[in-house]
């Protein structure tokens, strides 16, 4: 499932949750009370992490998986090769929701989503299963030439 051009290990995808972890830490969740962290790998091998903002204003707050994602692309990277994204509260596994579905998309289609609870249990899926019909993608395909 990891992208073919880099080769993800579990120790590499543990070693990911485990930076997820110590991001959803520092989240700044006063309203909800529901911590959230990711970290994202590039295929350069960096990564980068993340938590959940939130804000009076509902709408600007932030989710994690962006927040990691934002200081990938920000930092120079363009490829995502693999993301953990932790729930330090939650007894279920945390799948993104569907705004950072849509917003992982537009870096690729093809890595790992790691997804874990608060037991540090975890779930390996691909952004494809995550959101199968990708418009973004689905319209390349149908392209007028």
Not at 54 to 81: D, Q, V
Not at 93 to 98: D, I, K, N, V
């Amino acid at each position: 499932m990891p992208n073919e051009n880099i080769p993800m290990k579990n120790e590499d995808l543990e070693s990911l949750l485990n930076i997820a972890v110590d991001a959803a830490k520092q989240s700044y969740s006063p309203y909800s009370n529901f911590r959230v962290g990711a970290a994202v790998i590039s295929e350069n091998r960096k990564i980068f992490s993340g938590c959940n903002i939130e804000n009076r204003s509902y709408p600007a707050g932030i989710c994690a998986e962006i927040t990691a994602i934002s200081k990938l692309i920000s930092s120079g990277e363009k490829k995502i090769c693999a993301i953990a994204v932790v729930g330090l509260d939650s007894d279920n596994f945390l799948p993104p929701c569907g705004v950072c579905r849509q917003f992982m998309t537009e870096f690729g289609n093809d890595f790992p989503v790691l997804m874990a609870n608060k037991k540090m249990e975890y779930q390996i899926v691909s952004v494809a299963q995550l959101l199968p019909s990708d418009s973004l993608h689905d319209l390349k395909k149908y392209e007028i030439k």
